[in-house]
């Protein structure tokens, strides 16, 4: 292996098959940088006294305080460009996806297809090796993908079983190998669900955290004459959201949050990029089973 030329990505995904809004989330960085975020991490996790982040566990004070804790380090290393996160999102009531007999887990490992040739080939230099590490309990068996995705020459190929529409890479990027791995020893992929998993939330209750805010603010709007309840799960979320929100403004990053209803980034190119997937046209659609 040639490190100085080897990058590694982990990625993870949020609400493959249910809600409207769904993602894909991928944290890429050189691989000489990997032993000093995982040590950083690894304090984290246990300064905060928890054994592994996951989105669906935010629902209390603990889980809250970790994930500020974790943001506020994955910034540092955004901002000192040596890190990104990358998130796409889909609207499953766009016209790409509301179709009939939709295929869930085809059209996932088509917008993973779209991430990877997005950010390795785009985002990184050219020709650079790469090692993907996805969540080993993804809802796409990575084992059986991996001969299809690295071939012979290492040279990444994707290709869509859709009309004769192939993506493909030149030797822009290599891709070695994708290797799934356990979430509780890489809290990188940790890091992943954590921003997929609120940029979706973002999306899917964006409404819901409008009203929150307002509440929070003690300025009920005049057409809501109940005041809504919130369990403990929305609150925490909730303030997330709200604290990146804040991150992202107080350094400039060009993310929105209320503009676009959910985590938006105007620039792909910023090292933090939620970015929202628009059908390419007429001939764009999901899989069908």
């Given at each position: 292996?040639?490190?100085?030329?080897?990058?590694?990505?982990?990625?993870?995904?949020?609400?493959?098959?249910?809600?409207?809004?769904?993602?894909?989330?991928?944290?890429?960085?050189?691989?000489?940088?990997?032993?000093f975020?995982?040590?950083?991490?690894?304090?984290?996790?246990?300064?905060?006294?928890?054994?592994?982040?996951?989105?669906?566990?935010?629902?209390?004070?603990?889980?809250r305080?970790?994930?500020?804790?974790?943001?506020?380090?994955?910034f540092?290393?955004?901002?000192?460009?040596?890190?990104?996160?990358?998130?796409?999102?889909?609207?499953?009531?766009?016209s790409?996806?509301?179709?009939?007999?939709?295929?869930?887990?085809?059209?996932?490992?088509?917008?993973?297809?779209?991430?990877?040739?997005?950010?390795?080939?785009?985002?990184?230099?050219?020709?650079?090796?790469?090692?993907?590490?996805?969540?080993?309990?993804?809802?796409?068996?990575?084992v059986?993908?991996?001969?299809?995705?690295?071939?012979?020459?290492?040279?990444?190929?994707?290709?869509?079983?859709l009309?004769?529409?192939?993506?493909?890479?030149?030797k822009?990027?290599?891709?070695?190998?994708?290797?799934?791995?356990?979430?509780?020893?890489?809290?990188?992929?940790?890091?992943?669900?954590?921003?997929?998993?609120?940029?979706?939330?973002?999306?899917?209750?964006f409404?819901?955290?409008?009203?929150?805010?307002?509440?929070?603010?003690?300025?009920?709007?005049?057409?809501?004459?109940?005041?809504?309840?919130?369990?403990?799960k929305?609150?925490e979320?909730?303030?997330?959201?709200?604290?990146?929100?804040?991150?992202?403004?107080?350094?400039?990053?060009?993310?929105s949050?209320?503009?676009?209803?959910?985590?938006?980034?105007?620039?792909?190119?910023?090292?933090?990029?939620?970015?929202?997937?628009?059908?390419?046209g007429?001939y764009?659609?999901?899989?069908?089973?």
């Open positions: 292996m040639v490190l100085n030329n080897t990058f590694i990505a982990f990625t993870d995904e949020s609400c493959h098959n249910i809600g409207r809004y769904r993602g894909v989330g991928m944290v890429s960085l050189h691989f000489s940088n990997y032993h975020i995982k040590i950083e991490l690894k304090k984290i996790l246990q300064e905060s006294r928890v054994r592994e982040f996951k989105f669906e566990k935010l629902r209390n004070a603990k889980y305080f970790a994930a500020e804790k974790i943001i506020d380090f994955i540092n290393c955004l901002l000192s460009n040596i890190l990104r996160v990358d998130v796409l999102i889909w609207d499953t009531h766009d790409r996806h509301s179709i009939l007999g939709r295929d869930d887990i085809n059209n996932l490992q088509r917008m993973y297809f779209h991430l990877f040739k997005n950010v390795l080939s785009k985002r990184w230099p050219s020709g650079s090796d790469w090692f993907i590490f996805p969540d080993e309990n993804s809802a796409i068996n990575w059986d993908i991996n001969a299809f995705l690295v071939k012979k020459d290492t040279l990444l190929f994707l290709q869509y079983q009309d004769q529409v192939f993506l493909r890479s030149t822009i990027y290599k891709l070695k190998e994708v290797i799934p791995v356990t979430s509780m020893k890489h809290s990188l992929i940790q890091v992943s669900d954590l921003f997929v998993g609120l940029t979706v939330y973002s999306y899917n209750y409404e819901e955290y409008r009203i929150y805010k307002v509440q929070d603010s003690k300025q009920l709007l005049l057409f809501e004459a109940v005041e809504r309840s919130f369990s403990n929305e609150k979320c909730f303030g997330i959201m709200d604290y990146l929100d804040k991150k992202c403004k107080h350094h400039k990053l060009g993310v949050l209320n503009k676009s209803n959910g985590f938006y980034t105007f620039s792909p190119s910023t090292p933090l990029n939620f970015w929202l997937y628009k059908p390419q007429g764009d659609s999901a899989p069908v089973r």
